[in-house]
């Protein structure tokens, strides 16, 4: 068993403050108590709290103390009977103070020791000092502090799915909605959203949001009506908002929906125009880049929040995915119209400035140049594919490049944490598909991952403890 040996320095009779900055010198038969926090992790077992004295009593003196704090005695810790006896002639005496090491996974608690009573000299006097203990605890839930691959599975099939990756890709559990909750997630996998320990799964074709602890995957609820076609999912305090594309022959029944937090439902609908897919949140806006549904549009919505207000920005065909940078600017990738669509045009990337919404700067891309996945990494640097072919570029470049980083990948879905990079290949869309991982800071390969069907979208699923 490990020990650690805290001080509470004694010498006497009367309890006063000490630190490294006092230039005190105690009085014979003084008492203090130090003022230092200590932590002590959950697995250190018994932590020795030694009282001294430098002048030792004629006679047993007893210290009284009691206990506060957000640990709870004989569930957290355990601790000797106030109070403790200094015995006559002794120099120290020790408090044992042993953690629980349980299995329960806890914020960080603290123990505070006080002391409130000198017996045993009649001369005995105090001021009131504590002593500090922050607990950490040594528990993670299951699924803490790793990578979340959603599987969007086949269309009318029900056999979407989410696993659980280890930060080291040494680990991967599958199905985890299904092993903790005992039945399937549903049909289509669309996207995951966050809020605190949350976790909102957006099921297309099952027309509803699976709600779960992110770090146990426990159901907390399933949001099931309110939802046509729904895609994806931006958080703005205790308001979700949930682009849906309605019926798909139907160009005029397009919204977002909010969803209420608490109570975990649709509270109203925000009618937008046709084929709104990515969403994304700045402060109390929320813009809506309009893909076109089965078709093309041409606009990112920036929706107000706190009314309700809609703008509409013209941008160029088919906007598919949008970054913001740390300087207020909002990148937005335009597809353009593919060839067997009609009228061919090329793709563009188009720079909003938010604070008025307005267009600063396009990008051109070649007539038959169609972009796709927008990511950007922990240095700022923007990321997309075109035809199999990764580019990247500075957000303030004025040109685009024409070198790619890597050749030959023709993913379905791109995922860039930190300055890892996540593509995802889902082969034929029957069979099971891959993850490749590559490490943008040389554009090595660290490893390439057999998974499920359809592999659409990893998410970092980090503990805000």
């Not at 230039?23 to 959950?42: F, Q």
């Not at 995951?192 to 297309?204: E, K, P, T």
């Not at 809609?310 to 906007?319: A, K, L």
């Not at 879905?413 to 990079?421: E, K, R």
């Amino acid at each position: 068993m490990k020990k650690i040996f805290l001080s509470i320095i004694t010498a006497g009779v009367l309890l006063v403050s000490c630190s490294d900055d006092d230039d005190v010198t105690l009085p014979e038969g003084t008492v203090s108590i130090s003022l230092s926090t200590t932590t002590v992790n959950e697995e250190d077992g018994d932590v020795e709290i030694t009282l001294n004295t430098n002048n030792p009593f004629l006679t047993d003196v007893e210290i009284a103390y009691e206990l506060s704090g957000t640990a709870t005695i004989n569930e957290d810790y355990t601790i000797a009977t106030s109070p403790v006896t200094l015995t006559a002639g002794a120099t120290t005496v020790n408090i044992t103070l042993s953690i629980i090491d349980d299995e329960t996974v806890e914020l960080e608690e603290t123990i505070t020791i006080a002391i409130t009573g000198i017996t045993g000299d009649d001369m005995a006097e105090f001021v009131d000092e504590e002593l500090t203990i922050t607990l950490v605890d040594n528990d993670s839930y299951p699924y803490e502090n790793g990578l979340l691959l959603l599987h969007e599975g086949n269309f009318g099939q029900g056999n979407a799915r989410i696993d659980f990756l280890s930060n080291d890709l040494q680990t991967n559990q599958t199905s985890i909605f299904s092993e903790v909750n005992g039945r399937p997630l549903g049909d289509t996998g669309q996207s995951i959203a966050f809020s605190g320990d949350v976790a909102y799964i957006v099921l297309n074709n099952s027309q509803k949001i699976e709600v779960v602890n992110r770090f146990t995957f426990e159901s907390i609820t399933t949001i099931d009506s309110g939802l046509l076609n729904p895609r994806f999912m931006a958080i703005v305090g205790e308001k979700g908002y949930v682009t849906n594309w309605g019926d798909g022959t139907n160009p005029d029944d397009d919204y977002v929906a909010v969803v209420n937090l608490t109570t975990n439902s649709i509270e109203s609908n925000i009618a937008v125009a046709e084929g709104p897919e990515a969403i994304l949140a700045n402060g109390e806006t929320v813009y809506v880049a309009h893909q076109g549904g089965f078709g093309q549009n041409n606009i990112v919505s920036a929706i107000n929040t706190t009314n309700s207000a809609v703008v509409e920005i013209t941008v160029d065909d088919s906007p598919n995915s949008m970054q913001l940078t740390a300087e207020g600017e909002l990148f937005v990738l335009c597809g353009g119209v593919p060839s067997w669509a009609g009228t061919e045009s090329g793709g563009s990337l188009i720079v909003i400035e938010t604070a008025d919404n307005t267009v600063a700067r396009t990008l051109e891309f070649a007539e038959t140049e169609h972009p796709g996945s927008l990511e950007v990494d922990a240095d700022g640097e923007l990321y997309y594919m075109v035809a199999g072919n990764l580019f990247t570029l500075n957000v303030d470049a004025t040109d685009l490049p024409t070198n790619p980083i890597l050749t030959g990948k023709f993913w379905y879905g791109m995922d860039i944490i930190g300055t890892t990079l996540y593509g995802s290949d889902a082969k034929d869309y029957v069979s099971n598909g891959a993850v490749e991982v590559y490490d943008l800071t040389d554009i090595s390969l660290i490893s390439t991952l057999d998974v499920g069907v359809i592999p659409a979208a990893v998410y970092e699923n980090v503990s805000s403890n």
